[in-house]
């Protein structure tokens, strides 16, 4: 499961991580709200401030550790560092906080159907 986290909403992690316990799923990212594409017009409304980033990252720590074993719990925080992403046109990007820190890294070419 991988879901974004916004402003004033911290205490939805604890939520999805108990969710994510009892009905098996093994993997959780949680992924701060990067003011990208159409949300950079959604920033003051949905960014996390310094105070809930720290909070937030904090939080995932503990709960990785209390959780090792049962739950992978990760942060995918674009802001601390570049994050590999692959575009539904095949593009694969190093993509930082805003787009003009992102960097091209390699166009998958279009093999046809699957076997």
Same mark, same amino acid.
């Given at each position: ?51 809930? +980033?720290?909070?937030?990252? !904090? ?6 550790? $209390?959780?090792? =074993? #049962? *739950?992978?719990? +990760?942060?995918?925080?674009? !802001? ?6 692959? $575009?539904?046109? =095949? #593009? *694969? ?23």
């Amino acid at each position: 499961m991988q879901t974004t986290i916004v402003a004033g909403r911290l205490d939805i992690v604890t939520w999805i991580i108990r969710f994510c316990v009892n009905n098996g799923v093994q993997r959780v990212s949680f992924l701060p709200f990067i003011p990208r594409g159409s949300g950079s017009s959604r920033r003051a409304q949905y960014e996390l401030s310094r105070a809930e +980033r720290n909070e937030l990252r !904090n939080l995932i720590k503990q709960k990785r550790r $209390e959780l090792v =074993g #049962r *739950l992978d719990v +990760r942060l995918l925080d674009f !802001n601390t560092r570049p994050i590999h992403v692959v $575009e539904p046109d =095949g #593009r *694969l990007i190093l993509e930082g906080p805003i787009e003009a820190c992102d960097t091209f890294l390699f166009q998958i070419p279009d093999c046809g159907p699957c076997d």
